[in-house]
């Protein structure tokens, strides 16, 4: 027991971003471990409706819904496919950048449900502005956004999010960018629609 202890305390004791290295599998992912990650990333993408939902249901909070309250919750919730696969299937993210790249499949995702959800559903009757806005703008900006945030899901910030490690800052600035460029972009629609300078709905 005592031989043990010192070797337990070693290996715990105050870890730095270097003490959690992705594993490394090493050859190309397979056609199985292909679909297993986009699968997981489309996913995880549906998820981030419940941040949507916040912003309809936000009440007298007209401005601070769509600028700051969906930001902050749908940024927080699209990579939630990656979040797992970072957790319990880290060998098969090869790199930061894929890592990105497939929570912004996630972004992507969850941008296109949203779109149709307010093209089909909250705005039957829309404008042909309002279909540019919402397919052709609107997705490729989420998948931006959550690529973002996607450049700063690592190992520790899963072993941070576990309380075993120091919550990365790397981590915090890429997730407060990504919510911050999508509120800004929230707010330009808001007063594009507010001033009547572009029909979008």
Aim: proline residues 6%; hydrophobic residues 45%; neutral net charge.
């Amino acid at each position: 027991m005592n031989d043990a202890a010192p070797y337990f305390q070693a290996s715990y004791a105050e870890p730095s971003s270097a003490a959690y290295p992705a594993p490394v599998q090493k050859g190309a992912l397979t056609l199985g471990q292909w679909l297993f990650v986009v699968g997981v990333a489309l996913a995880g993408g549906l998820l981030g409706i419940l941040g949507a939902l916040i912003q309809e249901t936000r009440g007298g909070l007209s401005f601070l819904g769509p600028v700051v309250l969906a930001p902050m919750v749908e940024e927080a919730l699209k990579p939630s496919g990656i979040y797992y696969l970072q957790a319990r299937r880290p060998e098969l993210l090869r790199s930061q950048t894929f890592t990105a790249i497939l929570c912004g499949i996630s972004g992507l995702t969850f941008g296109y449900l949203e779109s149709l959800v307010y093209l089909y559903i909250y705005h039957p009757d829309h404008s042909t502005q309002f279909v540019i806005l919402r397919l052709g703008l609107t997705p490729p900006m989420h998948a931006l956004f959550s690529f973002i945030v996607g450049l700063g899901i690592n190992r520790q910030l899963i072993e941070g999010a576990y309380g075993r490690a120091p919550f990365p800052g790397a981590s915090r600035k890429f997730y407060l960018t990504a919510m911050l460029l999508h509120g800004s972009y929230n707010l330009i629609v808001t007063v594009l629609a507010a001033t009547g300078a572009w029909e979008v709905r």
